[in-house]
């Protein structure tokens, strides 16, 4: 869990390195998983290991839903937007601190050979370090609170949704 966030991930590990591998082809939707939460179960395990629900309260089911998959996308791209946001906006440092030692160097020095150097390395190496700082670290810290955050409210809507789907499949239960 990342600071910033009221709860354990609504996906366990487990979960989302499955349907990862899911999502590129590598693994099939199909095994034994949590009827909660879809964690995979072991052939013979009781309980989740995520959400601690025994197999005697929710039956274990054998594919995961498209509809998890869409809150599991959904998730992903919310991270990845906010990741690359921050790492183009360091990127945008570095050419703002390229374009200001150019016209430093053009305007104060002559256009230098050692200043347009400087700022070609700027550009260079302080891309890539502002974009690794803001993108990969700032970003990364960001763009995964705000998208748990998403997850658990879209997650609550599902087990509303859910619930009355299975209330109107069996009313003796509800």
């Not at 390229?98 to 891309?127: E, H, K, N, P, Q």
């Not at 970003?139 to 509303?160: K, N, P």
Request: charged share 20%; net charge positive.
């Amino acid at each position: 869990m990342s600071p910033g966030t009221s709860g354990p991930p609504v996906f366990s590990q487990r979960l989302d390195e499955l349907m990862a591998a899911m999502l590129k082809g590598e693994a099939p939707n199909v095994g034994r998983f949590c009827g909660y939460c879809y964690t995979p179960l072991g052939r013979h395990a009781d309980a989740c290991a995520h959400c601690a629900r025994t197999t005697a309260d929710v039956q274990p089911v054998a594919k995961i839903p498209a509809g998890v998959f869409d809150l599991y996308r959904r998730m992903r791209r919310r991270e990845s937007l906010i990741v690359n946001s921050f790492a183009y906006l360091g990127l945008a440092i570095a050419l703002l601190l390229f374009i200001l030692l150019v016209a430093v160097a053009v305007y104060r020095f002559d256009a230098s050979l050692w200043m347009m150097a400087l700022a070609t390395a700027v550009l260079i190496i302080g891309g890539r370090i502002f974009a690794g700082i803001l993108g990969g670290w700032i970003g990364d810290s960001i763009g995964y609170d705000f998208a748990q955050r998403r997850l658990a409210e879209e997650w609550a809507d599902y087990e509303r949704e859910r619930a009355q789907e299975s209330a109107a499949r069996d009313p003796a239960r509800a």
